[in-house]
């Protein structure tokens, strides 16, 4: 059975940083494209960013380029999302997904739970 | 980047009835898109990807169709355990983007 397991979030105050981190089991993590994906409390989904299976390849949406940085290691069957200069528009549930796909990838095809990153003073 | 615009943001409906969720967008995405079921407090689940394949475990009421710019979601008789919100998602081009959702609730 696929897992994902986020964890890391905490309340921090505007201008702090974090790091998340999703532990993936039950498949074998170095063959799958992974995304971050967050929810903001009574909006929508937002995409944030993915990483390729070596990790050679990332992208990520314009809001957070420059700020988070996504990252993996495949030995630790994990990926990790650092986030820096946190303002208050990223309070929100942070997700980690799978991404099916070779070398393109598609879809976001298994979720963690979440967890949950306040940023107020 | 590429906008997704869905209608209606929301719906009431009934137990049975059929239901129909679109989404646009704003330029060519293929066949690139997929649907999106999130509950009250729970993580998305994938419904639909690439337009109309249904994923594996999800009823065969719900469907999926379009192409191009114009798609759309349907579930044909609505169950209990399908109210929640939709989201359409397009991986054609980075960044990948989200509709707006549709709340689906009880009439």
């Known amino acids: 059975e696929v897992q994902l397991v986020e964890s890391g979030g905490n309340l921090v105050q505007p201008g702090g940083s974090l790091r998340l981190s999703c532990a993936a089991s039950?498949?074998?993590?170095?063959?799958?494209?992974m995304s971050w994906v967050r929810h903001v409390p009574g909006k929508g989904l937002e995409w944030l960013a993915n990483?390729?299976?070596?990790?050679?390849?990332?992208n990520y949406v314009d809001s957070v380029k420059g700020r988070f940085t996504i990252s993996r290691d495949n030995a630790k069957n994990s990926v990790y999302l650092q986030m820096n200069t946190l303002r208050a528009e990223d309070t929100a549930v942070y997700y980690c997904?799978?991404?099916?796909?070779?070398?393109?990838?598609?879809?976001?095809?298994?979720w963690g739970q979440g967890t949950l990153v306040t940023v107020s003073s | 980047a590429i906008q997704m615009t869905q209608s209606p943001s929301s719906l009431s409906a009934s137990v049975g009835d059929r239901v129909t969720i679109r989404c646009r967008a704003s330029?060519?995405?293929?066949?690139?898109l997929g649907w999106y079921q999130q509950r009250p407090g729970r993580a998305p689940r994938l419904v639909i990807y690439?337009?109309?394949n249904l994923e594996r475990g999800v009823p065969s009421r719900f469907s999926g169709s379009g192409s191009g710019t114009e798609f759309t979601l349907t579930i044909s008789s609505l169950q209990p355990e399908d109210f929640a919100t939709y989201y359409c998602?397009?991986?054609?081009?980075?960044?990948?983007?989200f509709g707006q959702g549709t709340k689906v609730e009880i009439k």
């Open positions: 330029q060519d995405i293929k066949n690139d």
């Open positions: 690439s337009v109309f």
């Open positions: 039950g498949f074998t993590f170095s063959s799958f494209w």
């Open positions: 997904a799978r991404n099916p796909g070779g070398n393109s990838a598609y879809d976001l095809d298994s």
């Open positions: 990483i390729k299976q070596d990790g050679g390849e990332k």
């Open positions: 998602l397009q991986d054609y081009s980075y960044p990948w983007t």
